[in-house]
């Protein structure tokens, strides 16, 4: 069976940084675009970076330049490396990857969620 799990989440200061990490496992033939989401109390799910399998990135404007996303194929891990936390970056942060399991047609997974809270 497959699945992402995250590490790495927890409390810090404004202008602190944190290193995110979701390790996908099981019967993984290929991992296409993977991706990192958060969510705020209250607030909708919204896409923070992305990264294909090419190594190619994009960011959402509120993270440019301080947040870096990037991926080791070999682990089937992807990263998101915070730096210069801001209070408003406080929210559930999700990893998502398109996956190719060993004898399946490819879907969208989900990790659980880790927790970031910046404050002070």
């Known amino acids: 069976q497959v699945q992402l799990v995250e590490s790495g989440g927890g409390l810090v200061q404004p202008g602190g940084s944190l290193r995110l990490s979701c390790a996908g496992s099981?019967?993984?033939?290929?991992?296409?675009?993977m991706a990192w989401y958060r969510q705020a109390p209250g607030k909708q799910r919204e896409l923070v970076a992305t990264?294909?399998?090419?190594?190619?990135?994009n960011y959402a404007d509120s993270v440019k330049g301080r947040f870096t996303i990037s991926r080791d194929n070999a682990k089937n891990t992807v990263y998101l490396q915070m730096n210069g936390l801001k209070p408003e970056d406080t929210a559930v942060y999700y990893c998502n990857a398109d996956i190719l399991p060993l004898g399946w047609s490819h879907r969208v997974y989900w990790g659980q969620g880790t927790q970031v809270t910046v404050s002070s």
């Open positions: 990264i294909t399998s090419a190594g190619v990135t």
């Open positions: 099981g019967s993984i033939s290929h991992i296409y675009d």
